[in-house]
């Protein structure tokens, strides 16, 4: 495959030079140290070895562009996405499924890096590839590489969570800056004509999940990512019937989204994250989940950012002491940002 | 929704769009009559009720081209390609996972067509689609619509198959006609100026797969779905070995799909089937397997086709009594035909 520079509509026939992508780029990447848990490109299914316990399962596409950005790339992104999903359902993430949709004429060098990549958040993770499926579209559609992940994980019995044990009086906690990911990703498209150091926050959340476990305060979690910490309040609003009431100036923002939302208009609030957390807990409790978090590198901006309160809207109390309402995302503000 | 009659990038943004396309679509066919297995559109990630046995796992991504063929459509056919991919190793499938990427600009009417059968071919199946995800890609992007589906299923402790069982003298047998699909979606692309009225064979080969359990003959069973039976075969020669030899005689092929590659220059051997078993078994129990699928109203026309002999390639045995070297696929005969 050494002196072919580029991903042909062969790759993607089912004959040899598919099973050389599969083997030259998925597996290669995604071997791991210990033969069990080889991923074998031979097979239609895979048995999985699963620990006692609940079973429990998630799935997300990607469509990132550009699909390299500050901070992560698609490859990355595909592994983060699933396993927070697991992480903020209460499951420790265990095994990985992988989709890729490869574009005709991706060069071999961007798709060994973006793969790569992916092999690595796996292995930082502690989770494995078992299986996967590589498709090739013409020259023109899937825009580069689309990737899907399905993440199998097993509940941990001691986080009990639920939309339906959110009470008034409960506080929301944010596990960090707000946004990052979403003003990354704008900032590494040429269109905009910006440029600036802002890193994705893109990580794997599982040691801020984890670390709440077995604190009886915690009621719910979920990671902010399409349409950002406002869609996590709106759901938890549609949902509860409860008022949802942010405090402005408790809101970890870092300066360069601050700075690129005013230019552009946009709110940080909708802004994608793909590393943070948003967790409901009981008043009583909820300092002690803060210091869990902040005793972590990843959660030592980690804020009590508001409350929920008895039947209402989604407020914003804004640092000038007004209120605001936080609608409903409706329109598009920034396409393709996971 | 009614009033829009296309999919558009809002539909993506994580907002009330994609709420309503995801509740209107994907929710509204997917529901089920027991309220246990809904699927939950708010949560992150569903626990999986999964009985007794070995958890097994398979991915497959769907591109096809065009989204509704004679036979089928790509919704259909995400769900057999799966279900398949786990019955053919043994497994009882049970649970899915759906991710559609679906292009601006698609229709509403055709999504709807396209979900409705997917959900109608999962009742057929008696599978649950547990969990999903949307990505609205731009205009030129995505054909259409994408998808990819993961499936869990539990293995069956009377199917013992591996290619490593085999040995030569073994029988190899296919569950009916090869090349239906591959030719059924030829004819149904515009550019080849054919018609015909050849149904893909598109269908859940579990009730073929589960008429074998606890046959000790059976050695191996896959699916001749990208690189159709030949890639079959160089699997089983790639892994073991041995000579595989077909009988050209012996082989199940409709009329039409003789035509139609005659005409057009195509082998058969290499045209995808999506609703076909090809089983590897000890000879002395070969006969009974058979008997059990042509007991099916879908293995009907099911016949041994070669065997499995002492090492070399894969050799047809032609109908004039000549023999011909079967070459791995290399070049690209039909692409996006799954």
């Known amino acids: 495959m050494s002196s072919e520079q580029r991903v042909t509509l062969a790759h993607g026939n089912g004959g040899r030079f598919m099973r050389e992508l599969i083997s030259e780029v998925f597996a290669h990447h995604f071997k791991t140290d210990t033969t069990s848990a080889q991923l074998d490109t031979d097979a239609d299914a895979v048995s999985l070895s699963l620990p006692d316990g609940i079973p429990m399962v998630s799935t997300d596409g990607f469509t990132v562009k550009p699909l390299e950005f500050p901070g992560g790339n698609i490859g990355s992104l595909a592994i983060h996405g699933t396993v927070n999903d697991l992480s903020v359902a209460g499951a420790r993430p265990l095994h990985?499924?992988?989709?890729?949709?490869i574009e005709e004429g991706l060069e071999f060098e961007t798709l060994h890096r973006l793969i790569g990549s992916m092999a690595e958040a796996a292995r930082e993770a502690n989770i494995t590839i078992v299986a996967g499926d590589t498709k090739v579209v013409p020259r023109g559609e899937g825009s580069g590489l689309y990737l899907a992940t399905t993440g199998i994980g097993v509940r941990d019995p001691n986080l009990n969570l639920g939309m339906n044990l959110i009470q008034p009086g409960d506080k929301l906690l944010v596990s960090g800056p707000v946004g990052d990911h979403g003003t990354a990703v704008m900032l590494a498209r040429e269109a905009f004509g910006l440029s600036g150091d802002l890193q994705s926050d893109s990580a794997n959340v599982y040691p801020l999940t984890s670390a709440l476990s077995g604190h009886s305060a915690l009621r719910f979690m979920?990671?902010?990512?399409?349409?950002?910490?406002?869609?996590?309040?709106?759901?938890?609003?549609r949902n509860t019937g409860y008022s949802v009431r942010l405090n402005e100036s408790e809101l970890p923002l870092r300066d360069p989204v601050r700075a690129v939302c005013e230019m552009l208009g946009y709110d940080p609030l909708y802004l994608a994250c793909e590393g943070r957390v948003v967790a409901v807990a009981a008043a009583e409790g909820s300092d002690q989940l803060l210091s869990e978090w902040q005793a972590l590198e990843q959660g030592k901006e980690a804020a009590i950012i508001g409350e929920i309160a008895e039947a209402g809207p989604v407020i914003l109390q804004t640092e000038l002491g007004g209120e605001r309402y936080i609608e409903e995302l409706e329109d598009e503000p920034l396409p393709r940002i996971c």
Request: charged share 20%; aromatic share 4%; hydrophobic share 35%.
């Open 222 to 237: 979920r990671d902010p990512t399409r349409g950002g910490l406002a869609t996590v309040c709106h759901e938890i609003n």
């Open 96 to 101: 990985l499924t992988v989709n890729a949709f």
